[in-house]
């Protein structure tokens, strides 16, 4: 299996999560970052990692998700949230969205620690953003459990597509 992992990260949260996916990730495993703009043909599977911004993929990611080809492809995602809130839940079915016509084999979104000079910056925001109450639930994220939970989710998502190539 050919895999190319795709990320973009402020803050380091979701590089990390693309280095764990790229060492669990069975085949030749390619990691670049969004802002290459790598070529998705000729990949068996394209895992796509974002951060969020304004309840959304980062305009980064957005772009790349817009064009991305048809292709077998999985997302995941770091923010501030709550991992189970809305506003993560809309994040990445709004990503979902931006892909299209191609065939998605699951998604993942964690908890990412916010840098305390952002987090600073965005508490004197009026109103603040809505995930600026789960934000210190998220320090230490992510984690060895969230890179676990990364992998079952990749597992499954790897099952599934085996299945289908």
């Known amino acids: 299996m050919k895999n190319l992992i795709v990320y973009s990260s402020k803050s380091g949260n979701t590089k990390k999560l693309a280095e764990a996916v790229s ?5 030749e495993n390619f990691l670049k970052s969004v802002r290459e703009n790598p070529d ?9 990692g974002f951060w969020l911004q304004a309840g959304k993929a980062d305009p980064e990611s957005q ?5 991305l080809p048809l292709s077998n492809v999985f997302l995941f995602a770091t923010h501030g949230a709550a991992k189970g809130s809305a506003h993560a839940q809309n994040a990445m079915q709004g990503a979902q969205q931006l892909v299209g016509a191609s065939q998605s ?11 305390a000079e952002f987090l600073a910056k965005v508490q004197k925001k009026d109103p603040p953003p ?8 998220a320090v230490g994220h ?19 597509l085996r299945s289908k190539i």
């Open 23 to 27: 060492n669990f990730l069975p085949g």
């Open 40 to 48: 998705p043909t000729g990949y068996d599977f394209v895992v796509v």
């Open 130 to 137: 809505p995930w600026i109450i789960d934000a210190p639930e």
């Open 142 to 160: 992510p984690d060895a459990t969230d890179i676990a939970d990364l992998q079952k989710e990749l597992e499954r998502a790897v099952t599934l």
């Open 63 to 67: 772009e790349y998700l817009e064009k």
């Open 105 to 115: 084999f699951g998604s993942f979104n964690c908890q990412g620690e916010v840098k």
